[in-house]
């Protein structure tokens, strides 16, 4: 076999070491999804909103902070929440060093959304200007970056703030290139957060979102035509649905795990498509195909998850199996160790649904018809 010349190409020079977050920089497509210039509603631009705003969903989510202020002002969003702000001896690594962030930590942050072990850093990599505020217990700390790099970092300082974090940034033309906010996309995600964090409220250069219904709230805002029977509304511990039939074409379904909107589904929402039909199909007693129980159907379902599994950095598709890990970090079982997600919503909504249809035969005859 012939030598090949090229191995003499390949030498020492050839390998390399991405200092801080160049490699985010270098292939962002794989910490972001696509980049896009704003047209879509899924361009990178707004996952870097998403991302900044995931952890401020966490701090609500563990009880601390019912507001989030978010400015749009040209290119640059800052957010404000008012949680316990990051830990200001370590704020600067947890936005700017891999790995590193509060996350790991689950007694700390119990089914959350957001992993600044990545998120916020890739926000700082890819943004032209980025800079964070902690305010803790009457201090501030503040700290600017450039394109992923400190630039400056502030003494503490006295200040009459409330707790919380601030982080202002400036996604780079040199990734996104010639871009631009649309309001519109903007809007619908504070909306769905607010659906499914009844309680608090995302003020949006000025508009206010919350939402007193969570999930059904949602249910009847997507629908076009009218419902066929009132809606079905169902809450129980880490688990809420919500759906109607309506005489529209096709299956709807909006999926969400720990506050965030999963847009491909995943393990959750398979479940659910697969306990509907199956229990609808047992309380009728009739057979049923599973297709024609779901068409016309709108439907919503969101579970709360401990360390979800994703199919890819931007958390669109949920991969979990289970609903918790076996044991957490000190070897100690969490509650739904072991329960698997599809077991998990089918035995809510085999107990849950097929209650309500008993209890409310009006609406159990209109299903059927």
């Known amino acids: 076999m012939a030598e090949n010349n090229n191995i003499s190409n390949y030498t020492d020079d050839n390998i390399r070491t991405l200092e801080g977050l160049e490699h985010v920089r270098l292939r962002p497509g794989m910490y972001i999804g696509k980049l896009g210039n704003g047209e879509a509603s899924d361009d990178g631009i707004y996952v870097l909103v998403k991302e900044v705003i995931d952890n401020s969903i966490d701090e609500f989510r563990m009880h601390f902070g019912l507001n989030i202020e978010i400015k749009l002002r040209e290119n640059t969003i800052s957010v404000r929440d008012f949680g316990r702000g990051i830990p200001q001896g370590k704020m600067i690594d947890a936005v700017s060093i891999m790995n590193t962030g509060g996350k790991y930590d689950s007694k700390a942050f119990q089914k959350s959304v957001g992993l600044n072990g990545v998120g916020t850093k890739a926000v700082n990599a890819l943004s032209v200007t980025f800079t964070v505020k902690s305010f803790r217990d009457g201090m501030v700390k503040q700290a600017d970056f450039v394109k992923g790099k400190l630039v400056k970092e502030y003494d503490l300082v006295p200040t009459t703030e409330k707790n919380g974090t601030y982080v202002e940034f400036t996604p780079d033309e040199e990734i996104f290139g010639h871009y631009r906010f649309r309001e519109e996309y903007l809007e619908t995600m504070f909306r769905n957060y607010s659906y499914l964090n009844t309680g608090l409220t995302l003020n949006f250069n000025g508009k206010k979102y919350i939402s007193k219904n969570g999930l059904l709230d949602l249910v009847k805002e997507r629908h076009n035509s009218e419902p066929l029977y009132p809606h079905i509304h ?34 959750h929402q398979s479940a659910f498509k697969e306990h509907i039909a199956r229990t ?24 709360n998850v401990i360390e979800p599994t994703f199919e890819s950095q931007t958390k669109i598709k949920l991969g979990s199996t ?34 309500y249809l008993h209890k409310n035969k009006e609406v159990s005859d209109k299903m059927l018809e």
């Open 322 to 355: 289970n609903m918790a890990p076996d044991k957490d970090s000190d070897d100690n079982p969490y509650p739904l160790s072991g329960v698997s997600v599809n077991k998990f919503i089918g035995d809510f909504i085999k107990r849950e649904v097929d209650n």
């Open 280 to 303: 609808i199909k047992e309380y009728y007693g009739k057979n049923f195909e599973p297709q024609d129980i779901r068409s016309g159907i709108v439907a919503a379902i969101a579970i």
């Open 234 to 267: 169902l809450k129980g511990d880490d688990i809420e649905i919500a759906f109607t039939h309506t005489d529209q074409n096709g299956e709807e379904y909006y999926s969400f795990v720990n506050g965030q909107y999963t847009s491909q589904g995943g393990t």
